[in-house]
């Protein structure tokens, strides 16, 4: 049905409820009326990357590894998995009564927060570090998820809005400071794109205060940008327990009932958390309304009328439960994985042939681990394969594999395992015993991710505090490296790591991300050749060094963050990423809409590239400093095949943010160039090509 007439039935279900029903309803674990015929709905339910926490799910990778594959038709896809998985399990389990927490069709997803400091430990459940990549996945992952209507596949949540990026450790008093400017040109365009253009159905707030207001209660960001200038017509859900904060931590109000009635009145319509149980209270002590109390009430309800939930039905009952983890579902989560990896360094070691390759030894406390599949907010597999597994399963019949930890993951693993010395020994004695090493190394969810994830230390709740691998690791690097076997690095990790001493003495670097609970499989493919890496970075990866010349991790600033403002030389810059093949940019034509680009594959294998438009105002003092992202495409050729590909240009890239916010036509004169990576001297050096340019004038 139409958001009209969902609207109409909320608001006429609502009236027949007393003021203690109405505020029921506002709890995230809302109960049943059974007078009313209304089921109890559980509003809390995950699906970052796949259905989450609610058993068993197809398994993609971590957002940050979504990104990478700067493929907005594929993501859409992966919603659309999410939310038919979704659906087949809430069939199933509402039918047994069960209406659980993590059971509903309101996914709290996607994260569409800027990744703009590679030490913020969430920052791998984002879709990386420019706004305009941001919000083009976001909408793709929002469509996929709530689909095309009349009814709602199931609701998506754009979250946490706004201006949230760490530190993870003090984010229940931190104050996040933004210029009008960076608001408008960096931390709000995903989220305006989630309402305008993709229609999202609801915003979560964040636990940070925004310019003094606290997210879940800004007058500034819930009622004058997010319902006033953008129109936004579904709720708002606080982040978790996040209103408690308002004064327990921000201490702009001094009692629950005063932090209720903020929120409330300022837009909060759903409470994560439990002080929404204190409404009454509020509203005996005069701070909210009845009427206030009902208008979140309608909107909740217009939502589950929107979904199907009260009465109509679907066609979306039928879904059974065999969709979940489907052959088909499951094939498109290794597409993914395969399309989200990243090419570092070759220096032609890769692929690997399994019929020559010999003996080949896998090494690393990432190697065998199912944690360095999945990244957090997970759903559970009912297979993994690691990347040792991946690996065996290639060489089976062909040659040896063998294996080795090497290390635990970090100094209290290493400490744990009693006789670190012996484990470093097996890895050099196996790296000698190789005709080549794959060398796993990286993170994991409990050493990078949200403050209450499990594992996390007190003292970083998440964040990094360098850039650099765990000490055990960077040992193991160098040993290994020391006996002179070709090796192959594989990162499994969400965030920009300093792998200085892989890109000068290893042979080949693969950035995998969490690729999933399947990812062992896809990286084989990988490393074998079965198909050519084709991820490109969304994230800029600094030397460890940078970290002495951005902004304090507390500081907001763009100034000097991020490629679109960076000064210094990246490690590797964001958009860069290698392939086995040889598509090159041959020429471009542009307007002020559309870039037509000429590609060819001169290689010997069909590959698959993105070709990256970027432009650049060097007359406008208002303009970033470097060319900025406005348009991508994935293409595939045939060895060869040349291709005429029209890509559209962000309708903001003749545009240029002031200092007051206000976004106003550029020069005039503006540089576009069409390349497969980003127009700088760094990917010059690390691809040999540079980009194709024209000059366009309005």
Same mark, same amino acid.
Request: proline share 5%; aromatic share 8%; hydrophobic share 40%.
């Given at each position: 049905?139409?958001?009209?007439?969902?609207?109409?039935?909320?608001?006429?279900?609502?009236?027949?409820?007393?003021?203690?029903?109405?505020?029921?309803?506002?709890?995230?674990?809302?109960?049943?009326?059974?007078?009313?015929?209304?089921?109890? *709905?559980?509003?809390?339910?995950?699906?970052?990357?796949?259905?989450?926490?609610?058993?068993?799910?197809?398994?993609?990778?971590?957002?940050?590894?979504?990104?990478?594959?700067?493929?907005?038709?594929?993501?859409?896809?992966?919603?659309?998995?999410?939310?038919?998985?979704?659906?087949?399990?809430?069939?199933?389990?509402?039918?047994?009564? +069960?209406?659980?927490?993590?059971?509903?069709?309101?996914?709290?997803?996607?994260?569409?927060?800027?990744?703009?400091?590679?030490?913020?430990?969430?920052?791998?459940?984002?879709?990386?570090?420019?706004?305009?990549?941001?919000?083009?996945?976001?909408?793709?992952?929002?469509?996929?998820?709530?689909?095309?209507?009349?009814?709602?596949?199931?609701?998506?949540?754009?979250?946490?809005?706004?201006?949230?990026?760490?530190?993870?450790?003090?984010?229940?008093?931190?104050?996040?400071?933004?210029?009008?400017?960076?608001?408008?040109?960096?931390?709000?365009? @995903?989220?305006?794109?989630?309402?305008?253009?993709?229609?999202?159905?609801?915003?979560?707030?964040?636990?940070?205060?925004?310019?003094?207001?606290?997210?879940?209660?800004?007058?500034?960001?819930?009622?004058?940008?997010?319902?006033?200038?953008?129109?936004?017509?579904?709720?708002?859900?606080? +982040?978790?327990?996040?209103?408690?904060?308002?004064?327990? =931590?921000?201490?702009?109000?001094?009692?629950? $009932?005063?932090?209720?009635?903020?929120?409330?009145?300022?837009? $909060?319509?759903?409470?994560?958390?439990?002080?929404?149980?204190?409404?009454?209270?509020?509203?005996?002590?005069?701070?909210?309304?009845?009427?206030?109390?009902?208008?979140?009430?309608?909107?909740?309800?217009?939502?589950?009328?929107?979904?199907?939930?009260?009465?109509?039905?679907?066609?979306?009952?039928?879904?059974?439960?065999?969709?979940?983890? $489907?052959?088909?579902?499951?094939?498109?989560?290794?597409?993914?994985?395969?399309?989200?990896?990243? %090419?570092?360094?070759?220096?032609?070691?890769?692929?690997?042939?399994?019929?020559?390759?010999?003996?080949?030894?896998?090494?690393?406390?990432?190697?065998?681990?199912?944690?360095?599949? !999945?990244?957090?907010?997970?759903?559970? @597999?009912?297979?993994?394969?690691?990347?040792?597994?991946?690996?065996?399963?290639?060489? /089976?019949?062909?040659?040896?594999?063998? *294996?080795?930890?090497?290390?635990?993951?970090?100094?209290?693993?290493?400490?744990?395992?009693?006789?670190?010395?012996?484990?470093?020994?097996?890895?050099?004695?196996?790296?000698?015993?190789?005709?080549?090493?794959?060398?796993?190394?990286?993170?994991?969810?409990?050493?990078?991710?949200?403050?209450?994830?499990?594992?996390?230390?007190?003292?970083?709740?998440?964040?990094?505090?360098?850039? /650099?691998?765990?000490?055990?690791?960077?040992?193991?690097?160098?040993?290994?490296?020391?006996? =002179?076997?070709?090796?192959?690095?594989?990162?499994?990790?969400?965030? @920009?790591?300093?792998?200085?001493?892989?890109?000068?003495?290893?042979? &080949?670097?693969?950035?995998?991300?969490?690729?999933? &609970?399947? =990812?062992?499989?896809?990286?084989?493919?990988?490393?074998?050749? @079965?198909?050519?890496?084709?991820?490109?970075?969304?994230?800029?990866?600094?030397?460890?060094?940078?970290?002495?010349?951005?902004?304090?991790?507390?500081?907001?600033?763009?100034?000097?963050?991020?490629?679109?403002?960076?000064?210094?030389?990246?490690?590797?810059?964001?958009?860069?990423? %290698?392939?086995?093949?040889?598509?090159?940019?041959?020429?471009?034509?542009?307007?002020?809409?559309?870039?037509?680009?000429?590609?060819?594959?001169?290689?010997?294998?069909?590959?698959?590239?993105?070709?990256?438009?970027? !432009?650049?105002?060097?007359?406008?003092?208002?303009?970033?400093?470097?060319?900025?992202?406005?348009?991508?495409?994935?293409?595939?050729?045939?060895?060869?095949?040349?291709?005429?590909?029209? !890509?559209?240009?962000?309708?903001?890239?003749?545009?240029?943010?002031? +200092?007051?916010?206000?976004?106003?036509?550029?020069?005039?004169?503006?540089?576009?160039?069409?390349?497969?990576?980003?127009? +700088?001297?760094?990917?010059?050096?690390?691809?040999?090509?540079?980009?194709?340019?024209?000059?366009?004038?309005?």
């Amino acid at each position: 049905m139409d958001r009209t007439k969902a609207a109409r039935l909320a608001k006429e279900l609502v009236a027949k409820m007393d003021i203690v029903e109405k505020a029921s309803q506002l709890r995230y674990d809302a109960p049943a009326i059974p007078r009313l015929g209304i089921p109890a *709905y559980n509003w809390w339910n995950e699906a970052l990357h796949g259905v989450a926490r609610a058993g068993t799910a197809t398994s993609f990778p971590q957002a940050i590894g979504l990104a990478a594959m700067f493929d907005d038709a594929l993501l859409e896809k992966l919603g659309d998995v999410a939310a038919t998985e979704g659906r087949a399990k809430y069939n199933a389990y509402s039918k047994l009564g +069960d209406r659980d927490i993590y059971k509903g069709l309101t996914f709290w997803s996607p994260n569409v927060n800027i990744f703009r400091d590679p030490r913020w430990g969430r920052g791998h459940e984002t879709y990386g570090e420019d706004p305009y990549l941001t919000s083009r996945l976001g909408i793709a992952y929002i469509r996929g998820l709530q689909g095309e209507g009349p009814v709602m596949k199931a609701a998506a949540c754009a979250k946490h809005f706004a201006v949230h990026s760490g530190p993870e450790a003090v984010r229940h008093q931190f104050n996040a400071e933004a210029t009008p400017k960076d608001m408008e040109e960096t931390y709000l365009p @995903a989220f305006e794109a989630a309402v305008k253009e993709a229609d999202v159905e609801a915003v979560m707030g964040a636990y940070n205060r925004t310019n003094g207001e606290p997210c879940c209660g800004s007058k500034t960001l819930l009622v004058d940008i997010l319902r006033e200038q953008w129109g936004f017509r579904g709720h708002v859900v606080s +982040d978790c327990w996040a209103i408690r904060d308002f004064h327990e =931590g921000h201490g702009v109000t001094e009692t629950t $009932c005063e932090s209720v009635a903020l929120a409330l009145k300022m837009g $909060c319509d759903l409470n994560c958390g439990d002080c929404f149980r204190c409404l009454l209270h509020a509203l005996r002590e005069g701070l909210v309304t009845e009427e206030e109390i009902t208008v979140s009430a309608e909107r909740l309800f217009t939502t589950r009328y929107l979904l199907g939930l009260l009465g109509e039905g679907s066609a979306f009952d039928l879904i059974p439960y065999e969709a979940v983890e $489907c052959g088909k579902h499951l094939a498109l989560a290794q597409e993914a994985a395969r399309k989200s990896c990243v %090419l570092l360094k070759n220096n032609g070691l890769l692929p690997l042939d399994p019929d020559t390759v010999g003996t080949v030894g896998v090494i690393g406390p990432n190697a065998n681990s199912r944690l360095a599949l !999945i990244g957090n907010y997970h759903g559970t @597999a009912s297979r993994y394969v690691t990347v040792l597994e991946g690996i065996q399963d290639a060489m /089976l019949g062909k040659g040896r594999v063998l *294996y080795a930890e090497g290390c635990g993951l970090c100094k209290d693993r290493v400490e744990a395992l009693g006789m670190p010395g012996d484990r470093l020994a097996e890895a050099v004695t196996v790296a000698k015993h190789s005709d080549v090493v794959v060398l796993a190394l990286g993170l994991d969810e409990t050493l990078e991710g949200e403050e209450m994830d499990t594992g996390n230390s007190a003292e970083s709740c998440g964040d990094k505090v360098d850039l /650099l691998l765990p000490a055990p690791q960077r040992e193991l690097l160098r040993r290994v490296l020391e006996t =002179g076997t070709p090796v192959v690095v594989l990162l499994m990790a969400g965030s @920009a790591i300093d792998l200085s001493d892989a890109e000068e003495k290893a042979d &080949a670097v693969l950035l995998t991300w969490y690729p999933g &609970a399947g =990812g062992g499989k896809a990286v084989a493919d990988l490393l074998f050749g @079965a198909v050519s890496p084709s991820g490109k970075l969304p994230v800029t990866f600094y030397h460890n060094e940078a970290l002495e010349e951005l902004p304090e991790f507390t500081d907001y600033s763009m100034k000097n963050r991020t490629y679109r403002y960076y000064r210094g030389t990246p490690l590797y810059p964001f958009g860069y990423g %290698l392939t086995y093949g040889d598509i090159c940019v041959m020429g471009v034509n542009a307007n002020q809409h559309t870039a037509s680009v000429t590609a060819e594959n001169r290689g010997t294998r069909f590959t698959e590239d993105v070709i990256q438009i970027y !432009i650049h105002d060097g007359a406008s003092a208002a303009a970033p400093v470097n060319p900025v992202l406005c348009g991508f495409c994935r293409i595939g050729l045939e060895p060869g095949e040349k291709r005429v590909v029209e !890509i559209p240009i962000s309708a903001n890239a003749f545009t240029v943010v002031t +200092d007051s916010g206000e976004r106003v036509p550029g020069s005039g004169t503006w540089t576009l160039y069409a390349h497969t990576g980003q127009p +700088d001297e760094r990917t010059f050096q690390l691809t040999g090509k540079r980009a194709v340019q024209v000059s366009i004038r309005a």
